[in-house]
């Protein structure tokens, strides 16, 4: 397992950005895929971005595309995501989290940052 840290949450208008950031203790970041994802007031958590560790290619869940972008430095050991255009339906709190390479499972998890976007 991985420890991760998530910082960069905050409240801002709609239309505005922010950038959150997670970083990682682990020797071996570089063969985990890291994701995004969020759990808004009484929902579940979902999905919002993927970005592999072997080839780098980007996911994003169909609300966040065009919007969102998910970014990683290996050599820093973390993982950002971009998020402009922001709207009132993207508050949540949000968590990153990390999966072995190979694996369907995300097995590390950090505790969040919040994400509030006013109307």
């Known amino acids: 397992q991985v420890q991760l840290v998530e910082s960069g949450g905050g409240l801002v208008q709609a239309g505005g950005s922010l950038r959150l950031s997670c970083v990682a203790a682990s020797r071996t970041f570089s063969s985990y895929d890291m994701g995004w994802f969020r759990q808004a007031p009484g929902k579940g958590r979902t999905f919002v971005a993927l970005i592999a560790s072997s080839d780098g290619r980007r996911y994003y869940a169909d609300p966040v595309k065009g919007r969102f972008t998910i970014s990683r430095d290996n050599a820093k050991n973390t993982v950002d995501l971009q998020m402009n255009n922001l709207k009132p339906e993207d508050t949540a709190v949000y968590y990153c989290?990390?999966?072995?390479?190979?694996?369907?499972?995300?097995?590390?998890w950090g505790q969040g940052t919040q994400v509030t976007v006013s109307s």
């Open positions: 989290a990390a999966r072995p390479t190979g694996s369907n499972l995300y097995d590390s």
